[in-house]
């Protein structure tokens, strides 16, 4: 692959000279071959010399050798045309992509971010001299990471386009004694072509299966992930391999028996196989040719089928293996919806326990690299809900959707999905356990739920929340919001959550990208939300705000910031969602006083629930529990230390709360992007420091306690207090903001006092 400085260094002007003389060969060659200014060419030759009354040898020897002569110059034309279209394509691509590093490398060294010679992204803080007295705040893990992949996508793309028109122009160089009869019509149509070659390359080593050596399984490789992304290429493999060969072709390759499955090398290329084959039908599953439907048909059919092996008992289903080549990319919507309904009313129809049903010692496979204990690769929902993690239209449409037996949507035996695999009950599903003896998938059900209710993937490391700007916007986002009204209170309990191990990270994700509509369901305190102007505070109606209910939504909340990084994600969340409530009213001191209230009662709620959790966690071990308290203190006084200006009057916010973690979630704002307001970006630091410390005595626990409140409440007051001072607010007045704020935060700990709730968790 290309790097910044070769690509920076790349001398464009003898590329477009090249181009530009090769147009001007194709002119000549034209006139040559075609005639047309009165000279000589070929095709003249050719009708005379086919019209020529030949005797003897001419009548054969002759006319056959001017004819071919004549061709040939059809040949260099075609040729000409080819590389004169290469290369200009070639020039206007590498040029973008060079225009595109350039802005790329300034716009980032201007958030102090130093792009190397390999593509990283690495601080350049300006040292102290150089600063002066300007305070310069380092780059974040989340902008590090961001500014790297945004070079190595560049970089991606301008090797794609060097390594294209190379092999393009390479092939017309191959013979030193002919001409091509066909060429390319430029880039694209090149890309094409040489996908379609590559596949049949690989399917006749896919053809030897598990017979493939080691050096081949490495070559196979390399090809697929050059042309993972390539359409020609994934629907030329999957179609020629067809549905059933599709799937056996990687059953025979994961798990060829001979006594045990593939370790070493062997099973690490097989991991970077199996990324690459479901890449590869991920982009195949996106097309609509004939084959296409036909081999996406075929699949589904063959759910149901045992996948054998010659001389192996074990025979996995068609379901378990197309599931395990699922884990990357983003399936077409139609494919997976079909595909999952499908085979949860298999699951659903063989009235056995899913456990027995996927992971039968008797017909059992490796399928997955590496092997995941905690997530065994047999059970084929948890590899369709990885899936769906990634296509957030088809997850929305699968939890809304329903399967089972009977005729019809009435029929008695039909479960909605979302009640099969989240909501419980005696018809819901039974989870297959992993070798700890827990329930294992569930992370990858809160993967697909994230998705779902987010409108983005799940591992989306530059998330961005979806526009509302056309009706099927709109739509859309009704639907994310009502399914997030039904995960509210579905998950409204610790208990649920701890029933489900691995779906808590995704719940805390959740409720970041939904903390506008957790905030507007709070403030209902008593039924008052009708009355209390709430709409207007929120932006109910412009936003498409949901309520969740005041109850469930407190529950929720109070749920998830029992667990630290859950609480450190929701509440980084609510600092920032506060600040941009407050900046959304403008010059409405009142009402931005009210949002800044609000936000200091949702900070009490999360905090009683993060430190009532330390306390039961840690009721037997005091210095454990002291240095939990420690750390959440820190973790606030970040946030409370970093600056978070509300400038009302113009109706801007610049909000930079800690980064890292909590970038990985697009938090709401509460006013449109149109009002030039900034991104956010934010996360949470590593306080290494505190391995050292010990707290053993209970004048220091208590100590401990009394600072990881007033941390709590400093960074609950950020927005109030960074709107009094912006906006002049006199100290009298500011004394009585803050004892409102005192009120309203003791009473968002009222919310989730588990004694005043009775006691529940």
């Not at 596949?199 to 030897?208: E, F, G, M």
């Not at 037996?405 to 035996?413: M, R």
């Not at 071990?621 to 978070?644: F, P």
């Not at 007051?717 to 500011?734: H, M, T, W």
């Amino acid at each position: 692959m290309m790097t910044p400085q070769q690509l920076s260094d790349l001398h464009l002007g003898k590329l477009g000279t090249a181009a530009s003389e090769w147009k001007v060969m194709v002119g000549k060659l034209e006139k040559l071959a075609g005639g047309g200014d009165g000279g000589i060419s070929a095709a003249d030759l050719r009708r005379k010399a086919e019209a020529a009354d030949w005797q003897g040898d001419n009548a054969t020897v002759t006319r056959k050798f001017v004819g071919a002569t004549a061709r040939q110059f059809d040949d260099i034309l075609t040729e000409a045309r080819s590389v004169q279209k290469i290369l200009l394509d070639a020039h206007t691509r590498l040029k973008k992509h060079k225009t595109d590093m350039s802005e790329a490398i300034t716009r980032w060294a201007k958030q102090n971010i130093y792009i190397n010679d390999k593509g990283g992204a690495v601080p350049a803080v300006p040292p102290p001299a150089v600063a002066g007295e300007a305070k310069v705040e380092p780059p974040t893990q989340a902008e590090l990471d961001s500014a790297a992949a945004e070079i190595g996508r560049i970089l991606n793309a301008a090797s794609e386009v060097d390594r294209i028109a190379a092999r393009a122009l390479r092939q017309h160089a191959r013979s030193a004694y002919d001409f091509d009869e066909t060429g390319y019509k430029g880039l694209t149509d090149a890309d094409r072509r040489q996908g379609i070659a590559d596949a049949d390359t690989l399917l006749k080593l896919a053809a030897k299966r598990d017979g493939m050596t080691l050096d081949e399984l490495k070559f196979f490789n390399e090809t697929a992930a050059r042309q993972r992304d390539n359409p020609a290429f994934a629907e030329r493999f999957v179609t020629k391999l067809g549905p059933e060969g599709t799937l056996q072709f990687w059953r025979s390759l994961a798990d060829p028996g001979r006594g045990d499955t593939p370790t070493g090398e062997r099973a690490k290329v097989l991991a970077r196989v199996q990324d690459n084959l479901s890449l590869t039908l991920a982009t195949a599953s996106h097309g609509d040719s004939p084959a296409m439907r036909e081999w996406k048909s075929g699949v589904i059919a063959a759910g149901e089928n045992r996948m054998g092996h010659p001389g192996l008992m074990s025979a996995p289903y068609g379901f378990q293996v197309m599931s395990s080549l699922m884990g990357k990319g983003k399936f077409d919507s139609g494919f997976l919806d079909a595909y999952g309904n499908k085979l949860v009313e298999f699951e659903r129809s063989q009235k056995v326990d899913p456990e027995w049903l996927w992971d039968n010692a008797a017909y059992a496979a490796q399928l997955s690299y590496p092997p995941d204990a905690k997530n065994p690769s047999v059970d084929p929902v948890a590899g369709l809900l990885e899936s769906l993690g990634h296509n957030p239209q088809a997850s929305l449409e699968f939890f809304n959707g329903s399967s089972g037996g009977g005729p019809g949507q009435g029929s008695p035996d039909r479960l909605s999905n979302w009640d099969y695999l989240v909501g419980g009950g005696e018809d819901a599903r039974e989870w297959p356990m992993n070798e700890d003896g827990e329930p294992a998938g569930y992370e990858k059900l809160g993967h697909a739920l994230e998705s779902a209710t987010l409108g983005y993937a799940y591992d989306d490391r530059s998330p961005a929340a979806p526009p509302l700007r056309t009706d099927a916007d709109l739509e859309a986002r009704d639907a994310r919001t009502a399914l997030m009204d039904r995960v509210v209170g579905h998950y409204k309990g610790p208990e649920v959550i701890e029933s489900q191990p691995g779906v808590g990270e995704s719940l805390a994700w959740m409720a970041g990208g939904h903390i506008d509509s957790l905030n507007y369901s709070v403030d209902n305190w008593g039924g008052s939300g009708e009355l209390n102007g709430r709409d207007e505070l929120f932006g109910a109606e412009k936003n498409h705000l949901r309520d969740f209910g005041m109850t469930e939504s407190a529950g929720f909340l109070r749920a998830l910031a029992a667990e630290k990084d859950s609480y450190d994600t929701v509440s980084a969340a609510q600092q920032v969602y506060g600040a941009s409530a407050m900046a959304a009213q403008g010059d409405d001191r009142e009402q931005a006083t009210n949002a800044g209230l609000h936000s200091v009662k949702m900070h009490g709620l999360l905090d009683e629930s993060r430190a009532e959790a330390i306390g039961k966690e840690f009721a037997d071990d005091e210095a454990a529990k002291n240095k939990a308290l420690e750390k959440q203190a820190e973790w606030r006084k970040l946030g409370a230390s970093t600056a978070i200006a509300t400038t009302l009057g113009i109706g801007a916010a610049v909000i930079a709360p800690p980064v890292g973690a909590a970038a990985l979630v697009a938090v709401p704002l509460a006013f449109g992007t149109a009002q030039g307001i900034g991104d956010t970006q934010f996360a949470t630091d590593t306080i290494d420091w505190l391995e050292e410390r010990e707290y053993s005595n209970d004048a220091q626990a208590l100590g401990r306690i009394r600072n990881t409140e007033e941390e709590g409440r400093n960074a609950a007051l950020i927005p109030l207090l960074g709107y009094a001072e912006a906006r002049g607010v006199d100290a009298a007045s500011v004394r009585d903001l803050v004892t409102k704020a005192q009120g309203v935060y003791n009473d968002g700990k009222e919310l989730s006092d588990t004694e005043d709730l009775g006691g529940d968790g």
